[in-house]
């Protein structure tokens, strides 16, 4: 698989993760927090996640993964381009382990923090790979030649510059 295509179908993928974890927080907000609990008893003895009544932070997590989700769609529309979305999503999920982290060692070593900060952590450097590797523009053309599908590195034309 072309690397462009291994980078867009990861995209899509993460997209579509993130709306589901979105529309999970969403729906059934306690049932993910046990889930993941219980989770936690497989890898060792992790003390159950505090309570908290609060459902800011729920209204505020279904905003973030819709954020991360458009974003992600936006980066596969187009590589060439995609460099300002993938900032911005390195950007979440980034930050996002670097607080969870911070949660587990403060708050309670909790397997959801350690699990949130493990995944949210492969995510990023993900998207920091793709981000390097698309960032100075270069990109696949496909053409189409006696129907037969012909695929072309492209590359910015020297001197151009990239969108921030």
């Not at 993941?36 to 993964?65: E, H, I, N």
């Not at 992600?72 to 381009?81: E, I, K, N, P």
């Not at 952590?121 to 496909?142: H, Q």
């Given at each position: ?6 980078a ?14 979105g529309?999970?927080f969403?729906l059934?907000p306690d ?14 003895d992790?003390p ?8 800011l ?11 991360v ?13 995609a460099?300002?979305?993938l ?13 969870a ?6 708050v ?9 900060c493990v ?17 100075d ?13 012909q ?9 151009a510059?990239?969108?921030?």
């Amino acid at each position: 698989m072309r690397p462009d295509r291994l980078a867009i179908l990861t995209l899509r993928v993460l997209a579509l993760s993130f709306a589901v974890v979105g529309m999970q927080f969403l729906l059934a907000p306690d049932a993910t927090i046990a889930s993941l609990d219980a989770t936690g008893a497989y890898f060792g003895d992790f003390p159950a996640t505090p309570a908290t009544g609060a459902r800011l932070w729920l209204a505020l997590s279904v905003a973030y993964m819709l954020l991360v989700t458009l974003l992600a769609l936006l980066a596969q529309r187009d590589l060439a381009h995609a460099r300002p979305y993938l900032a911005l999503l390195f950007a979440g999920k980034a930050s996002s382990p670097l607080v969870a982290l911070l949660a587990y060692r403060t708050v309670s070593p909790a397997f959801p923090y350690l699990a949130n900060c493990v995944v949210d952590g492969a995510i990023a450097l993900t998207v920091a790979g793709m981000a390097m590797l698309y960032s100075d523009g270069t990109y696949y053309k496909t053409t189409y030649v006696e129907g037969a599908t012909q695929y072309q590195v492209v590359a910015p034309p020297a001197g151009a510059s990239l969108p921030v």
